[in-house]
């Protein structure tokens, strides 16, 4: 991920092994990691049984709170891509019957947003 990208808070995949080493802890039984993207220091994972928002908080760092979203309190999603001269790409996931969106990520190019968008129908759907 660009240092450029990040500033603006654009999020770039991390690898499965990275995730479940950091975050491993926070499995259940049968939980497994299929996809994790990470901010400038704020993570979000998608499992097969839940969405896990990881948002770093104070001066250092040491405080976190780690936020669960079932898949069936999504009620509706949306993608942005990037055109031609934009930086990004952003998701956008709505929990329950909100009007706002709950969830606002923005992605780098690097990040394939079809790809998060067919896992998120996946397991939303099903």
């Given at each position: 991920m660009g240092l450029f990208s990040a500033i603006l808070g654009?999020?770039?995949?991390?690898?499965?092994?990275?995730?479940?080493?950091k975050?491993?802890?926070?499995?259940?039984?049968?939980?497994?990691?299929e996809l994790g993207?990470?901010?400038?220091?704020?993570?979000?994972i998608f499992?097969?049984?839940r969405l896990i928002l990881v948002d770093v908080q104070g001066i250092t760092?040491?405080?976190?709170?780690?936020k669960s979203v079932?898949?069936?309190?999504?009620?509706?999603?949306?993608?942005?891509?990037a055109g031609t001269f934009d930086l990004d790409a952003e998701l956008k996931i709505w929990i329950s019957?909100?009007?706002?969106?709950?969830?606002?990520k923005q992605f780098n190019k690097s990040v394939n947003v079809y790809?998060?968008?067919?896992?998120?129908?996946?397991h939303v759907l099903n």
């Open positions: 654009n999020a770039g995949a991390v690898s499965q092994e990275e995730l479940i080493k975050f491993g802890q926070l499995l259940t039984e049968g939980e497994e990691i993207f990470k901010l400038v220091r704020d993570t979000f499992t097969n049984k760092g040491n405080k976190q709170e780690y079932t898949y069936k309190s999504v009620s509706r999603f949306s993608i942005e891509t019957s909100e009007a706002q969106p709950s969830i606002k790809d998060v968008q067919k896992i998120l129908a996946y």
